[in-house]
C-alpha cells in the first residue's frame, strides 16, 4: 500500500468512516490512475468489479468528495469524473463540452504568480485551486 493511500484512508478514518474493503480498494484504485475515471470505469476496474455495486461505489465517492479527499470533475451526474485530491499537487483541466472528456493540461499552470499576490493582498494561508477550462475537443469540432 503506497504512502498515498495509507494517508488517504487516515483522514477518511480521521472524518469518522469506517474502513471497510470496499473504500480501501477504491482508495487504491482512485491512487492508481492518476487520471479522473467516471463512476463506470471505476465500477469496471480489476479491485471493485467483484467487491461491490455501483450504488456504493457512488455513495463512498460522494463521502470522499464531502471530505475533500476527492473532486469531482466534468459537465453533469452523467459525465461526472472523480480523482483523487493529493495534498501539494493539483492538476487543471480541459473539457469537452460535446463529449464530456476531459484531460488534464500538460502546460505549466499559469496562476501561481496570482496565488502570490491573493496570499500578499489577503493575509490567506494554504491557498490552492484547480481550474476547469471548457471547450470542444478537436475530435467534435
Ligand atoms: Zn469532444
Ligand atoms: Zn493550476
Given at each position: 500500500?503506497?504512502?498515498?493511500v495509507?494517508?488517504?484512508?487516515?483522514?477518511?478514518?480521521?472524518?469518522?468512516?469506517?474502513?471497510t474493503?470496499?473504500?480501501?480498494?477504491?482508495v487504491?484504485?482512485?491512487?492508481?490512475?492518476?487520471?479522473?475515471?467516471?463512476?463506470?470505469?471505476l465500477?469496471?476496474?480489476?479491485r471493485?468489479?467483484?467487491l461491490?455495486?455501483?450504488?456504493?461505489?457512488?455513495?463512498?465517492?460522494?463521502?470522499?468528495?464531502?471530505?475533500?479527499?476527492?473532486?469531482?470533475?466534468?459537465?453533469h451526474?452523467?459525465?461526472?469524473?472523480?480523482?483523487l485530491?493529493?495534498?501539494?499537487?493539483h492538476?487543471?483541466?480541459?473539457?469537452c463540452?460535446?463529449?464530456?472528456?476531459?484531460?488534464?493540461?500538460?502546460?505549466?499552470?499559469?496562476?501561481?504568480?496570482l496565488?502570490?499576490?491573493?496570499?500578499?493582498?489577503?493575509g490567506?494561508?494554504?491557498?490552492?485551486?484547480?481550474?476547469?477550462?471548457?471547450?470542444?475537443?478537436?475530435?467534435?469540432?
Amino acid at each position: 500500500m503506497s504512502e498515498l493511500v495509507q494517508d488517504t484512508i487516515t483522514r477518511l478514518r480521521d472524518s469518522g468512516m469506517r474502513k471497510t474493503k470496499a473504500l480501501v480498494e477504491l482508495v487504491e484504485t482512485l491512487a492508481d490512475e492518476s487520471r479522473p475515471m467516471t463512476l463506470a470505469e471505476l465500477c469496471a476496474s480489476k479491485r471493485l468489479v467483484d467487491l461491490c455495486d455501483k450504488a456504493t461505489v457512488f455513495r463512498l465517492l460522494q463521502k470522499f468528495a464531502d471530505k475533500g479527499v476527492v473532486r469531482r470533475l466534468g459537465l453533469h451526474e452523467r459525465a461526472a469524473y472523480f480523482v483523487l485530491l493529493v495534498p501539494g499537487r493539483h492538476s487543471d483541466y480541459l473539457i469537452c463540452t460535446s463529449c464530456g472528456t476531459i484531460e488534464a493540461i500538460k502546460a505549466p499552470c499559469p496562476v501561481h504568480a496570482l496565488e502570490d499576490e491573493i496570499r500578499e493582498k489577503t493575509g490567506y494561508q494554504n491557498l490552492y485551486h484547480e481550474l476547469e477550462f471548457f471547450g470542444v475537443c478537436p475530435a467534435c469540432v
